[in-house]
């Protein structure tokens, strides 16, 4: 990779910032198209998010900022305009930087996790699915899965207001989907279980969800990208269960965000 004075940059902004892996991946997307851009990573804490966004809007060769944990909520109100996903979510994952230095926000994190599942011959449709976590990321996966055409969609989270926000957003949708509350342990009428909590970057973090009462055939996701194996993953393998690993959500959806920043076809 050679950077020069024409290198487009794009940043991913996030609090931690080890666990991602957006650089490598966007890097070597960049390298296959043969395109003139990099992606570095930026350790930025929520009190600083507004400083750094306003900052970053002056800068000409920048083409946007990936967001991830824990920005992609607050990070949706500095956009002048949201797309579809972003607007239900309430959320984004992605702000491209238009010519005038404004904001345009996306969400990818639903669409790319429900490719990543089709992408290995999960099947979505009419499926009962546990959700633990409805932040950024649980909120746009959660409407994905409504989009997808899920039977029923088990929510739990700790915090009831981004839990009743996310409830809120799915029961005014005029969709089929059964929405209900649940806790945070699998049952045996789930299908897919889900992890969007960032509970499992530290070895010290205690298991998020509860899978004694797993189906044996049931899928185990986790959002979580480092450590690729969680212990919930673990958990989940030595019960026999079928696991689903935090980076193909990012792998699904690198090329649609790059393509939103204009860097590739």
């Known amino acids: 990779m050679q950077i020069d004075g024409e290198t487009k940059i794009v940043a991913i902004l996030g609090d931690p910032i080890a666990q991602a892996k957006s650089p490598e991946l966007f890097n070597a997307l960049f390298e296959r198209h043969a395109v003139n851009a990099v992606l570095i990573p930026l350790h930025v804490p929520p009190a600083k998010l ?62 790319g996790f429900v490719q990543g599942l089709h992408a290995r011959k999960h099947v979505v449709r009419n499926k009962s699915v546990l959700l633990v976590g409805t932040g950024g990321a649980g909120a746009g996966v959660a409407h994905a899965l409504v989009d997808a055409g899920v039977a029923s969609l088990d929510l739990f989270d ?76 673990e958990d989940a393998e030595a019960r026999g269960l079928t696991t689903h690993l935090g980076h193909y959500l990012l792998e699904s959806s690198v090329e649609a965000i790059a393509s939103f920043l204009r860097l590739i076809p």
């Open 50 to 111: 507004g400083a750094a966004l306003d900052g970053l809007r002056g800068i000409v060769n920048l083409a946007g900022v990936v967001v991830t944990v824990p920005h992609k909520m607050a990070a949706a109100a500095y956009a002048a305009v949201l797309s579809e996903a972003a607007r239900q979510t309430g959320g984004v994952n992605c702000l491209r930087r238009e010519a005038d230095g404004s904001w345009t926000g996306a969400m990818f994190d639903g669409i």
């Open 158 to 233: 700790s915090n009831a207001e981004s839990l009743q926000r996310l409830e809120n957003a799915l029961r005014s949708r005029d969709g089929q989907t059964l929405i209900r509350r649940s806790g945070p342990f699998a049952q045996a009428t789930h299908d897919l279980i889900v992890n969007a909590t960032p509970c499992g970057m530290r070895a010290r973090d205690p298991l998020p969800i509860d899978l004694a009462g797993a189906r044996p055939d049931a899928v185990v996701a986790d959002l979580i990208m480092k450590p690729a194996q969680t212990r919930l993953l």
